[in-house]
């Protein structure tokens, strides 16, 4: 039984929101919001030109120990913007932005932007053939990498992805590689006029691909419109953490990110605020970023909050200004612990994917709940050995109500769009058929959710092939074929598993060796190491002698993640790569142990 601010009734909702929406503001913003449609003519462009105007010399960024003001801001971007006019950008030609998080990564996204082409966003922590995939993939007219990328561009051939290339300067003494553009140099002589076109932009067009990990193994490019970064930034920004001109509001996420991108930057936008950006998030450094930036309120993923209550007890701990949370991802064993110690009087938990035709948003502050949604949504029954939603004798599938736990799925309609993806296969695989009545579609989250009633839900867990660990997504399907193209393996399953005191799931393989072949563990893991990003490099390795396969030839993954790395359960050997060491090796009992301590950290 719920109690305390867990606990939701019908009193409580219609309280809280007569409550919320009595706030200066917050009124205004839904009514607002509402009157957006695809057809508006007012992009988050124009947007930028607003702030610039009416906020002329209050912070727009604030980075390490210097500050952009909106009017250096919209300057700087229109330099940008008119380099790039100037080389054939046009109207929806796909721009790539492969910068960190820097002023320079907004920058070069809303320049973008503003000239109503489409800033495809790449994971800066991807390299070899998911980075080669993703570039591809848009097929773009103009790639921009930050000096402190080409490291990871070095992983792969260019030839034939673009035709212009740009290079944006960091902290060092190096010039752009030969044949390059240096962004930077070309537009200190640029006009600071704004683009004319950019008065003539819809909210229906698209404005950024923001990939996510998904079933094909690789990346997908999630289209996101003007319409949805303008609700969004609206949204969060006025309504949710009533931010105003006075106000920071501190990213340490990933800028690339919906969360970093609409929680952050297009919340700052509508409201004059600053975001305060940091390089990468840092748990020993976050509350000094802070207070450094006297910033109100942050954005978060769930292991973020985690790092943070890890570090030592501080009396420092509630030392800061910040009122408000906006985030995704916060587990309910440390909800209550995270607010007490940091004293944080909101916690905005959010769900919604980059590409989701709806989401849910904790706008009324209970705790231990994704949030609120008062339509368009519903939790099905969910078949976790066949891993997919369960269809009666007359193939339609069955709902489960409040109490229960089941798959997440949104109504497509004219109201809640789904954009899809790039790739119009992978568009069609998150799209449900004949539901509850012929001919009727829903989106497929992905996610198992328990129903809290009233609205609102408690995320559970997620389905399928892509598993969440160290904040990102991990697609499955990308481990089996690094793995699987080392000399020695046959077939290798990919599955994520539970580890006690960390998010999300860790990576685990199965692996079939060929005859005679002992692993290599040292050789395997550079390797995986060489191809992978190192949130995707496997922590634990089943060598396997039998694989069960599904009635379609599908590995069954559901017993192997049961079983995990069970000694006891498992009669295969397993093997283990911590994080510092160099090689696989025989997982021992006291390693299990020490994982179930936390003194062995994956």
């Known amino acids: 039984m719920a109690k305390g601010n867990e606990e939701i009734t019908a009193l409580r909702v219609y309280g809280r929101l007569l409550k919320k929406m009595s706030r200066p503001g917050v009124l205004p913003a839904f009514v607002k919001s509402r009157r957006l449609d695809n057809e508006t003519v007012d992009s988050l462009g124009q947007r930028v030109v607003a702030a610039a105007a009416t906020w002329p010399d209050h912070a727009a960024i604030k980075y390490e120990d210097r500050a952009m003001s909106w009017r250096e801001f919209n300057e700087r971007t229109n330099q940008y913007a008119h380099v790039l006019a100037d080389r054939g950008v046009e109207m929806e030609d796909v721009v790539v932005v492969d910068i960190i998080n820097r002023p320079e990564m ?11 082409a489409i ?33 990871s561009l070095d992983t792969i051939s260019t030839d034939g992805i673009a035709s212009d290339w740009l290079w944006v300067a960091d902290r060092g003494d190096a010039n752009a590689p030969d044949g390059w553009t240096d962004l930077e140099q070309a537009a200190d002589t640029a006009s600071t006029s704004n683009p004319a076109v950019t008065e003539t932009l819809k909210l229906g067009q698209p404005a950024v691909y923001i990939y996510t990990s998904g079933t094909t193994g690789f990346p997908k490019a999630a289209i996101t419109k003007h319409l949805r970064l303008r609700m969004g930034g609206m949204l969060v920004g006025r309504a949710v953490l009533e931010l105003t001109p006075q106000d920071t509001v501190y990213s340490p996420l990933p800028l690339y990110h919906s969360t970093g991108l609409l929680g952050g930057w297009a919340s700052a936008v509508h409201t004059g605020s600053a975001i305060g950006v940091a390089r990468q998030f840092s748990a020993s450094s976050f509350w000094d970023d802070v ?65 989701s035709p709806n989401g849910f948003l904790n706008l009324l502050n209970f705790d231990k709940t994704i949030g609120w949604n008062p339509m ?27 109490g229960h736990t089941g798959l997440l799925i949104m109504k497509i309609d004219a109201h809640q769009e789904f954009a899809g993806y790039t790739d119009e296969e992978a568009t069609e695989k998150k799209v449900l058929r004949n539901v509850f009545e012929e001919g009727d579609t829903w989106f497929d989250s992905g996610d198992l959710i328990e129903n809290l009633g009233h609205g609102h839900a408690r995320f559970i867990d997620r389905t399928g092939d892509t598993f969440r660990w160290a904040g990102e997504n991990v697609a499955t399907t990308e481990v089996e074929g690094v793995a ?28 079939m060796l060929r005859d005679g072949e002992q692993l290599d563990g040292e050789g395997f893991a550079k390797h995986l190491r060489a191809n992978l990003p190192k949130f995707a490099v496997p922590r634990f390795v089943r060598i396997g002698s039998t694989l069960a396969m599904t009635g379609t030839f599908r590995p ?31 997982l021992e009992e006291e390693d299990v142990d020490a994982i179930r301590a936390g003194d062995l950290r994956l």
Not at 306 to 328: C, F, K, M, T
Request: hydrophobic residues 40%; charged residues 25%; aromatic residues 8%.
């Open 106 to 116: 907004l920058v070069a996204t809303m320049a973008v932007l503003k000239l109503g």
């Open 119 to 151: 800033a495809a966003l790449v994971n800066t922590g991807i390299k070899g053939a998911a980075l080669a995939h993703s570039l591809r993939l848009v097929n773009p007219k103009t790639v921009v990498v930050g000096e402190e990328q080409m490291a």
């Open 291 to 355: 207070r450094r930036f006297n910033a109100s309120a942050f954005n978060y993923v769930g292991e973020t909050l985690r790092y943070l209550l890890n570090q030592p007890p501080s009396p420092e701990d509630r030392n800061h200004r910040v009122r408000g949370i906006y985030g995704a991802g916060l587990r309910t064993e440390i909800w209550d612990e995270f607010k007490q110690r940091f004293d944080i009087p909101s916690i905005y938990e959010v769900w919604g994917a980059s590409e």
């Open 376 to 402: 368009g949504w519903k939790t099905v029954e969910w078949d976790a050995q066949a891993e997919e939603p369960a269809r009666g004798p007359d193939g339609l599938m069955s709902e489960v109500g409040p």
């Open 484 to 511: 699987g193209s080392w000399h020695q393996v046959d077939q290798a399953v990919v599955y994520g598993v539970e580890v006690p005191g960390m998010e999300g799931r860790c990576g685990m393989a199965l692996l």
């Open 556 to 586: 069954q993954k559901y017993d192997l993640k049961q079983e995990a790395y069970d000694l006891s359960a498992v009669a295969d050997p397993i093997m283990i790569l911590p994080p510092a060491e160099d090689a696989y090796r025989r």
